[in-house]
């Protein structure tokens, strides 16, 4: 089961847009993405506050933010059809 990610609203897990408000759902694969990025962000802050962190965490935690950027830029791109003569 998901929740709606407009009106919040529990619908099937696999539907494309939300029967009460109709807004469209994210993918599950994005879904994915972005609960693998929430939990590296968790531990991040858990070791931030264990005080265990090294200078670099924000560093790091912006070569994420860039990964996922290029991610959602690499979707894009392969949605999209091959211009002409490719
Ligand atoms: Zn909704």
Do not use: K
């Not at 529990?10 to 993918?27: A, Y």
């Not at 090294?54 to 994420?64: F, K, S, T």
């Amino acid at each position: 089961m998901g929740f709606c990610v407009n009106c919040g609203h529990q619908h099937h897990d696999g539907v494309r847009f939300c029967r009460f408000c109709g807004t469209q759902q994210p993918s599950e694969q994005l879904l994915a993405r972005l609960r693998a990025e929430a939990e590296q962000i968790r531990l991040l802050r858990m070791q931030m506050q264990q005080g265990n962190v090294q200078d670099n965490a924000y560093a790091r935690l912006e070569v994420m933010r860039q990964q996922a950027e290029d991610a959602a830029r690499l979707n894009n791109q392969q949605n999209q059809n091959y211009p002409p003569g490719w």
